[in-house]
């Protein structure tokens, strides 16, 4: 049989699960990973053990494979570039994957797309985190999203992020003021202010692409994040307005369309209390905020990450059951789940637990749980329940 | 963390879906494999590749194992016995899986327990398939499934059966005379006698026990076979009665407590045409006629199957969608069925697909399709329509 070989930069959570929907897909599956104990790393059966930052490292690793996807967006620009010229498929490219590894560049071209975003500019010092806050020109309704305009003063907080390797709430800080504002430049890399919205919610517009150019569409989620860490997501977002979701949608799509992803797109918006959306951030691989598909829709997000790395057709991604609820398991103060996972198995016998096979250590991300049913408020409890008993957080 | 390792003897297909479901389960996964082309080695980290049926080789590889469990029946009782002898969990033990090795030990424990199974008898020449075949005593209503009884004569055609060895057909001949009964003889072999039943279909019951007696029953499933191999699975089987349906799985779980089966039993049933349920054939592992819990159920048999040797509470069996239709993939003339497999997605989004990465001969299973919804002509044509397209029977 002629079926694929797909290589996995990373070894995460991410890649493990890919993993895992591409057995029933037949593809073989190739991973470069840190270490032979990261959690992909684990359960695939071809696995080379190096640094994703050393070119020889990552033209050894490619060759043999028809593609090359990842795990995580940290692979140098130029890296992904020069194994394209060495006539590797990368997915997604190096110039779409520049968007999701550099905020600076993201928020350039989604201005230029007439995507909203918060207000933002890229920041040169404290002095200019300051003239930041006093400008004008929020994101208001209509106004333009990028620098100028009129309208109220930014003003503080204002939120700083330095434009590449921020995560979960890394790389992120929220500002009071200007003499709070120093600790972002010390490291010496651009740092960009964004205004701090006034969201009432954070929502998740998740879409695949392949590279013939079909996409699908998954719900729009609610996401809702504690500490800077996702921590639950709903499917579909619970009161959408039918029309934002749509929008949302289109804007999620548009990304992928104009920025020529390829793979799994997750768009992280703020839906502001004058009832806008403002996309956040951007992710090119599958992501915390679709990890509810592969219990609660048609197709999850990995099986479609890999169909589309691929240019299969795409599969169904509507949801099978009127409500998802994925909790997020972050580690506890124990470092055995084992016998948590026994009593959360006995009280839920629908419970679906994914866990990730690492250590255990203190607000690490462990795994997670899928509930699903027709009843919200019963999903979503039974979810909190699992993931905080799992924790240690509810021991009853 | 102290999560578990399963040892998984034999790298088929089984094996490699009992690992994609044990990775959201976070425990490892240990295969002993022929070859490290085995459906399951592919797709596994950690493989041993030996020989099942030594005893060394089996004591190798269950060292660092918390359980061992099967992809087969054929690892020998006696080499199962020395590694409980050693202190290793063997799951199913040999007590149990004896049962589903030696068709004879199989009949007598039945007929033992009460439970209808096709008239038989252990015969040793073609002469004695011929007093068999005279005698009287059909498995007719209310009367013994074993020897003796009163009622009609058996008559030709009998059914032999090599007790030991026989699976999709092979090792079974339905012959119509004496002079037609000499092949199963030759291997010398004991063989098994049975009367051909007259059964308007086949059914099968799937339930998982764990060692401390928990058990849950899948729906009865209607199995349709073609030259004796598995074509198509109907979840639920249409118009069961359900009297006949809660009889089957009362059956089925009586069958697991009795003879202490852990894990999954696939029982294998004859719906008569005067509308009893007579037992064919046990499994005791995952099972092809359970192949549709993968996409159809709220727990697969595979995740059922790992929960239950762990001795972890079990999953939901309930299925999830009115009906689910599997239908096996067989190998056909084209070695190649990645163009077919890309067409099948195409034209139906919502196909679930698995393959098994194994190289395509002729009449080979080399994967299986999953289809569900409410309409049950619609579910059934889609499932045919793509097995048949990625075998090359239909071209269009």
């Known amino acids: 049989m002629t079926f694929p070989v797909v290589g996995m930069v990373g070894g995460g959570q991410l890649a493990r699960m890919t993993h895992e929907a591409g057995i029933p897909l037949g593809i073989r599956f190739k991973l470069l990973s ?9 359960v695939v059966s071809d696995v080379v053990v190096g640094d994703y930052r050393d070119l020889d490292t990552l033209r050894d690793f490619a060759r043999g494979c028809d593609v090359i996807t990842f795990d995580h967006e940290h692979v140098p620009t130029e890296h992904l570039r020069a194994l394209e010229a060495d006539g590797i498929p990368v ?11 550099d905020k600076g560049v993201m928020r350039a071209r989604l201005d ?4 909203p975003c918060p207000r933002h500019r890229i920041v040169s010092d404290p002095a ?7 400008e004008g020109g929020s994101s208001g309704p209509g106004g333009p999203s990028g620098e100028g305009g009129g309208g109220r003063r930014t ?26 504002a120093a600790e972002p430049f010390k490291a010496g890399v651009p740092v960009l202010a964004e205004e701090k919205v006034d969201f009432v919610r954070e929502l998740a517009a998740n879409v695949v692409r392949s590279p013939h150019g079909q996409a699908v569409a998954y719900p729009v989620v609610e996401s809702r994040q504690v500490n800077g860490v996702c921590d639950t997501v709903i499917a579909p977002a619970p009161d959408l307005d039918e029309e934002l979701a749509l929008k949302a949608e289109e804007m999620a799509l548009t990304i992928a369309q ?10 992280e918006l703020f839906q502001t209390r004058d009832g806008r959306i403002l996309v956040n951030e951007l992710a ?15 197709t999850s997000q990995f099986a479609n990450h890999v169909r589309a790395v691929l240019d299969l057709p795409l599969g169904d991604p509507r949801p099978r059951a009127k409500w998802t609820a994925m909790v997020n398991v972050l580690g506890g103060d124990y470092p055995d789940m084992y016998s948590a996972y026994l009593h959360c198995m006995a ?26 049913g027709d009843d919200l408020d019963d999903v979503l409890e039974r979810a909190r329940h699992a993931a905080g008993y799992l924790r240690g957080t509810i021991t009853e």
């Not at 503080?156 to 921020?166: D, I």
């Open 34 to 42: 840190d270490t032979p104990q990261d959690s992909a790393a684990q």
């Open 112 to 115: 230029a797309l007439g995507i």
């Open 347 to 372: 009280r839920d016998p629908q419970l679906k637990i994914h866990m990730y096979g690492k250590d255990v250590k203190p607000g690490r991300k462990v795994g997670h749980v899928n509930t699903y």
């Open 128 to 134: 200019d985190v300051a003239a930041f806050a006093a």
């Open 284 to 298: 090119m691989r599958p992501h915390n905020s679709g990890h509810w598909s592969m219990d609660g829709a048609i």
């Open 155 to 180: 003003g503080f907080p204002v939120v700083l992020k330095t434009v590449r390797g921020g995560y979960d709430g890394k790389g992120v800080w929220v500002v009071d003021s200007e003499a709070e």
């Open 91 to 101: 997915r997604p490219g190096p110039e779409a994957l520049v968007h999701a590894q």
């Open 258 to 267: 104009e920025l020529g992803v390829v793979g799994h797109l997750a768009v």
